[in-house]
């Protein structure tokens, strides 16, 4: 297992890689292709290749914990993010591309961030400061650094409550989750930093803020580049602003999918006015999908996740018992964006766990299987 996972891991987020790049040695009619390959290919490759439901032993669970091959995976994830960034602008600038190359370079430099903020937040949960900067230096080129703060401290403490701006009502079109996930989850992050400064005696209007450097720090990013390129070029490039505006609304928006799909629907009992159970492997949606965990880094085995949010990606583990997704999430963002679709597909699967009782002594069984 251990093997295969480096192996798997390796080539899921490589192979997105080789693509954005390798149009360019191609033919520049090429730039869908990382858009086709999300979009088109991992759905097809997740139906035809087995799921994965295997759990690491003890044995092989501390050597994937202790082996630093997989942190180097997501740290280059970073730098390779901002190579990708330079890459675009300088395609853009010198290559002459017709508007559908451009077009095509958006949505495929859209996926390929969409995936930077799965890694940021594989990252953010880890405490140590060298995490927590690339953290933050990979949410700072899609524009939504205050992601780290409402994610952390307050979806984790909120989720699959009313309270929580990430997770979405069944029968909710995704149309209406973006507008209470976007507008929600600013607004819960501006308060938890403000009620933070307020216990340390500090002004919300000051450096201290860091919602106010979630704000600032993403535009000097995209006027630095902009102004960097336009210099090089000799004239002003409009197109650059352009292209880092738009990789980050389609990241920010598939991320806000992500979320739909994995909170679809799922509320935890309320057993006290305000007070609710605690989270358990039954408050998420999974998916044991081989192919696409690879790519997303196993972001998909979520329940165990959102049980113990500090445990590295490698070792996430599967539950059976866990509300199940028919397919892998590239083709569920596909499905998402059709509401009646969606409500098809996912209501029925949401209802049939709404009508199954675990008792205690069950749902402690499941929770134990986590330790």
């Given amino acids: 297992m251990h093997i295969r996972k480096k192996i798997g891991f390796a080539w899921g987020y490589s192979f997105i890689v080789f693509l954005l790049t390798g149009y360019y040695f191609v033919s520049h009619n090429w730039t869908f292709f990382v858009f086709i390959y999300g979009y088109v290919l991992v759905p097809i490759l997740d139906a035809v290749i087995s799921r994965d439901s295997q759990n690491a032993s003890t044995e092989e669970y501390e050597k994937l914990l202790k082996d630093k091959y997989f942190d180097v995976l997501v740290y280059s994830h970073v730098y390779i993010q901002y190579f990708m960034l330079v890459w675009g602008c300088y395609i853009l600038i010198y290559d002459n591309l017709t508007w559908w190359q451009i077009t095509g370079l958006l949505l495929s430099q859209g996926v390929y961030a969409s995936t930077i903020i799965n890694v940021a937040h594989e990252l953010g949960h880890r405490t140590n400061p060298w995490a927590q900067f690339h953290a933050k230096a990979a949410l700072m080129t899609v524009g939504y650094m205050h992601f780290l703060i409402e994610h952390n401290r307050g ?41 933070q400064l307020t216990k340390q005696n500090l002004s919300v209007w000051s450096w201290h803020n860091s919602m106010i450097w979630a704000i600032v720090l993403p535009i000097l990013f995209c006027l630095s580049m902009t102004l960097l390129f336009s210099y090089l070029s000799g004239r002003f490039e409009w197109i650059i602003p352009v292209f880092l505006i738009v990789q980050s609304i389609i990241a920010v928006l598939s991320l806000e999918c992500v979320n739909y799909i994995e909170h679809y629907g799922i509320m935890r009992k309320e057993i006290a006015p305000g007070k609710y159970e605690k989270v358990n492997p039954l408050h998420s949606w999974n998916a044991n999908h081989y192919y696409s965990n690879l790519m997303l880094f196993h972001l998909q085995r979520h329940s165990d996740h959102h049980a113990y949010a500090a445990r590295p990606y490698q070792v996430l583990r599967h539950f059976d018992e866990s509300p199940q997704l028919p397919y892998g999430y590239t083709m569920m963002i596909l499905i998402s964006l059709v509401p009646p679709l969606w409500f098809k597909t996912m209501n029925r699967r949401l209802e049939e766990w709404q009508e199954r009782e675990y008792s205690t002594e069950e749902i402690r069984a499941v929770v134990s299987r986590f330790s």
């Fill in 155 to 195: 979806h984790h403490t909120h989720v699959a409550t009313p309270l929580d701006p990430a997770t979405a009502r069944k029968n909710q079109t995704i149309y209406s989750f973006w507008k209470q996930t976007l507008i929600g989850s600013f607004r819960s992050a501006w308060q938890i930093e403000k009620k």
